[in-house]
């Protein structure tokens, strides 16, 4: 009983550290892949759930006898100078309906969301910060505010009277989204304020988040669309 509890527990982490590593766009090598994820007793039963992609765009899954094989089912050899990441829908989205078949003829129950994961496109880089904007002036539970924090988002430093008057949403380039609280975080006392809501959001260059957005905040930002779509499934999450 206790190994089967330490099971769960080890399966549960290794799924958010999956998700987290689709989000994310981490990449091991086709060394890695068949050592570490593939081979494993464990992981291996976590990784033929799901579809992994190549840096080339080439998507394949592990079949149940450990070989590799594509959407259309057919054997596939992952060259020895692959770089391999967790598929994300975004550039699934030619093959999505494929890879359904094959799950759904195979059965296969996904550990989290992938196939069937949000994809939010925005048709230009001038259109996405009014976009996020939209989530601005409406009071959340606190709850979803500090939700965001299990999906990548860091609070601000304290300020005066120990209140978090922002918070910010990384990119992976090491760029940021920085969004201003009100009436903020009261640290050790989150009752103080039930509610709170983003008053303005801005594009941090280098990461580096404050209490009202500088004035030399660019208007526009690229950001790769994989984190956009993320980043906007997680302000629509607020809402639901």
Same mark, same amino acid.
Not at 4 to 25: C, F, G, P, Y
Not at 217 to 223: D, K, M
């Given at each position: 009983?206790?190994?089967?509890?330490?099971?769960?527990?080890?399966?549960?982490?290794?799924?958010?550290?999956?998700?987290?590593?689709?989000?994310?766009?981490?990449?091991?090598?086709?060394?890695?892949?068949?050592?570490?994820?593939?081979?494993?007793?464990?992981?291996?039963?976590?990784?033929?759930?799901?579809?992994?992609?190549?840096?080339?765009?080439?998507?394949?899954?592990?079949?149940?006898?450990?070989?590799?094989?594509?959407?259309?089912?057919?054997?596939?050899?992952?060259?020895?100078?692959?770089?391999?990441?967790?598929?994300?829908?975004?550039?699934?989205?030619?093959?999505?309906? @494929?890879?359904?078949?094959?799950? +759904?003829? $195979? %059965? #296969?129950?996904?550990?989290?969301?992938?196939?069937?994961?949000?994809?939010?496109?925005?048709?230009?880089?001038?259109?996405?910060?009014?976009?996020?904007?939209?989530?601005?002036?409406?009071?959340?539970?606190?709850?979803?505010?500090?939700?965001?924090?299990?999906?990548?988002?860091?609070?601000?430093?304290?300020?005066?009277?120990?209140?978090?008057?922002?918070?910010?949403?990384?990119?992976?380039?090491?760029?940021?989204?920085?969004?201003?609280?009100?009436?903020?975080?009261?640290?050790?006392?989150?009752?103080?304020?039930?509610?709170?809501?983003?008053?303005?959001?801005?594009?941090?260059?280098?990461?580096?988040?404050?209490?009202? @957005?500088?004035?030399?905040?660019? +208007?526009? $930002? %690229? #950001?790769?669309?994989?984190?956009?779509?993320?980043?906007?499934?997680?302000?629509?999450?607020?809402?639901?």
């Amino acid at each position: 009983m206790a190994l089967k509890k330490d099971v769960r527990t080890i399966a549960s982490d290794q799924i958010q550290r999956l998700e987290r590593a689709m989000v994310d766009q981490r990449t091991w090598s086709a060394e890695e892949f068949l050592t570490v994820l593939a081979a494993h007793p464990l992981l291996w039963h976590l990784v033929r759930r799901l579809v992994w992609i190549t840096g080339e765009g080439t998507s394949f899954r592990l079949a149940e006898d450990r070989t590799l094989a594509d959407s259309n089912d057919d054997e596939f050899t992952l060259p020895e100078n692959a770089v391999v990441r967790v598929a994300h829908a975004v550039v699934l989205r030619d093959a999505a309906a @494929a890879w359904g078949e094959v799950f +759904a003829d $195979y %059965e #296969i129950l996904q550990p989290f969301p992938q196939l069937g994961r949000p994809v939010h496109l925005v048709a230009s880089a001038e259109d996405v910060l009014p976009r996020l904007k939209k989530s601005c002036n409406t009071p959340y539970p606190i709850g979803k505010i500090l939700g965001l924090t299990k999906k990548g988002w860091v609070r601000g430093a304290p300020q005066d009277a120990g209140v978090e008057c922002w918070i910010t949403r990384p990119f992976p380039d090491g760029g940021a989204l920085v969004a201003s609280l009100e009436p903020g975080i009261a640290v050790g006392a989150m009752d103080v304020f039930p509610e709170v809501g983003f008053s303005d959001m801005w594009f941090s260059p280098h990461g580096h988040g404050t209490w009202s @957005a500088p004035p030399d905040a660019p +208007a526009t $930002y %690229e #950001i790769d669309p994989i984190t956009l779509s993320e980043l906007l499934s997680e302000l629509e999450s607020l809402q639901s």
